[in-house]
């Protein structure tokens, strides 16, 4: 295992590292909490948040007035009636540059990717940036990772697409036994790539958005590429919906499923699974998970609803009962007086890949990463129409010349001469159950 020692005992001195220690080891204990502990431990990280958005400047009025109620056990029993966030609610009131400057924040701005179509700004205090550390290592290690193992992540060039890392990242990473491969534009030179890093740094764990991994998968079952029986140890998603077929695909190929690993830059870890054909985790305490209907009504188990989340650790932007736009279901199994602390399917965010005559694919999330970097940008859809060309359906304010060219130039880089388009719309037409669709397959209109 090439620098597997050398890694490990760079992460055991990591004097980062010692100080989440004590974060990670909250994570673990407190599944082992009895339901009424566990309830009123949550009830008091709720009450302390509400404490403090309730008395800051920008507090919503159901705030200011949830935090003068008599403590966490009157704030439990009233907590549905707080009003539910949506990215509309951070887009319009809680920017983050406004933040920093009126409330004197400490911590990082940044954005989501927008997989559902809408990119949202956000600020993260010092403590929620620790939290993303300590609850990165400690899913990965539950999902089978552990220090020093090489992981090879078939992700891209992290948040920047096609700019290349700097050398302290690039240093950084090597340290950390850690391999990061470009899957934006997937090819049969990225599967060599992928196979000779398994092959050579063997056991691996092995990451990736899904369809990224599926790709790889598939591409190594057509060259009847095989690797030793324990070689990637462990394997997990990121960013997509999980679907069966992709796990019994992996399970062929790689020796193990596919294992769900939910999240968002947002939020961070949110859920994830142990093991094939279980239930995701929820992080608690650092969250607190409700399942609501498009009128806000809490849904019963085995119901589809919409995700509601709040962190418990986030002093920035105020993620409470914050709508991810996201989809699930729990069972009534996974469910006690301390609320929902298992997800038992997540619906509504497959991404999936567009072919190029090439042969190339390019995978969707692209779009996420691409148009986060234009703020003037408050929704987006893009429609594969027949031919096959390109639409690109922006919603906000439409760009200057120099950013629609900038965006031209691009799409047709990206997508190698296939033609497209860019069409502002007033809105993004939304599913039955109102969620926002990344990317779609339509026929051409009936005339």
Known sequence: MEMNVLSYLAWRANISLRRLRPL????????????????????SRLWAQIQYF???????????EAAQMSGPDELWQHWQRLPIVTKQHLQDHFDPIKMVAELGLQGKAS?????????????????????????????RQEQGWRLGMPLIRIWGSERDIGRQATLRNRVSLRVQNHWLIDGYRMDEHTVDRVCQLINRLQPVAL?????????????????NETFPPGAIRTAWNGGEMLFDHQIELAKRVFGVPILNNYGGRELLAMAYQTGENTALKVVRPWLFLEIVDQQGRVVGPGETGRLIWT?????????????????GTYQAEHCDESGIYCISQLEGRSAGLIKLP???????IFWNHLLKEYPAVKQFQVAVLPGPRVELRLCGTPFSESQDRE???????????????????????????????????EPE???
């Open 111 to 139: 954005s989501t990717g927008g997989s559902t179509g809408e990119p949202t700004r956000y600020f993260h205090d010092h403590a929620m940036l620790r939290a993303s550390m300590a609850g990165q290592l400690f899913v």
């Open 54 to 64: 309730g008395k800051r400047n920008d507090a919503l009025p159901e705030w200011r």
């Open 207 to 223: 990451m990736g958005f899904t369809t990224m991994l599926e790709f790889f998968a598939d591409a190594c079952l057509r060259r």
């Open 445 to 447: 209109p009936v005339t």
């Open 407 to 441: 965006v031209r130039n691009l799409l047709f880089q990206l997508l190698e001469g296939l033609p497209s388009d860019i069409k502002w719309v007033p809105a993004i037409s939304r599913t039955a159950q109102g969620k926002l669709v990344q990317v779609v397959q």
């Open 358 to 364: 090439s042969g190339k694919s390019i995978n969707n």
């Open 24 to 43: 990670m080891l909250e994570l673990k204990r407190f599944p082992t909490l009895p339901p009424h502990a566990a309830r009123h431990d949550l009830a």
């Open 311 to 327: 962190s418990t650790i986030c002093r920035g932007t105020p993620f409470l009962r914050y709508d991810c736009g996201d989809l």
